[in-house]
């Protein structure tokens, strides 16, 4: 089963494309997350949040356990130049180094770089966003 590191964006419809692979940034998290620390930002899973409707994709697709839905907290909110600062820092360091983090750092580094075009496109409309997961 692959996961996948994906934004959700605060509303209804941010009137544009957020959709982010994500596989190869959820393959390599630890690698990421020690490399924010490094870089002293926050690492990418402190954005991280479930609302009901994930939770329950997650559940379907096998992974997680239906009696917790109930009392999950409600979902919480970032400020897109937060996580901009974070994925910018990342895709930074990546650009100079790509293999810092393994052999598929490129890859690790596009997706870092398409991360920044939504959250700019979110900072810019004033929404806020968090980082969920899904499993396939």
Same mark, same amino acid.
């Given at each position: 089963? *692959?996961?996948s ?5 605060? %509303? ?8 982010v692979?994500g ?18 930002? =926050?690492p990418?899973l402190?954005?991280?949040s *479930? ?10 697709? %096998?992974?997680g356990?239906p =009696? ?12 897109a ?11 930074a ?6 293999s810092q983090? %393994? ?9 870092l770089?398409?991360? *920044?075009?939504?959250?700019r =496109?979110?900072?810019?409309? %004033? ?10």
């Amino acid at each position: 089963m *692959a996961a996948s590191l994906y934004i959700v964006v605060e %509303g209804e419809d941010p009137e544009y494309d957020i959709f982010v692979n994500g596989r190869s940034l959820a393959l390599h998290e630890d690698s990421v997350e020690r490399l924010a620390l490094q870089l002293g930002v =926050k690492p990418l899973l402190d954005f991280f949040s *479930a609302d009901e409707n994930s939770m329950a994709l997650l559940i379907e697709e %096998g992974a997680g356990n239906p =009696k917790l839905l109930p009392s999950l907290p409600p979902p919480q909110w970032y400020a897109a130049k937060d996580g901009l600062a974070t994925v910018s820092a990342l895709a930074a360091a990546l650009r100079e180094n790509p293999s810092q983090i %393994g052999p598929e750092g490129a890859l690790v580094m596009a997706e870092l770089e398409e991360y *920044a075009i939504v959250l700019r =496109k979110a900072y810019e409309r %004033g929404l806020r966003w968090h980082l969920a997961v899904s499993w396939r």
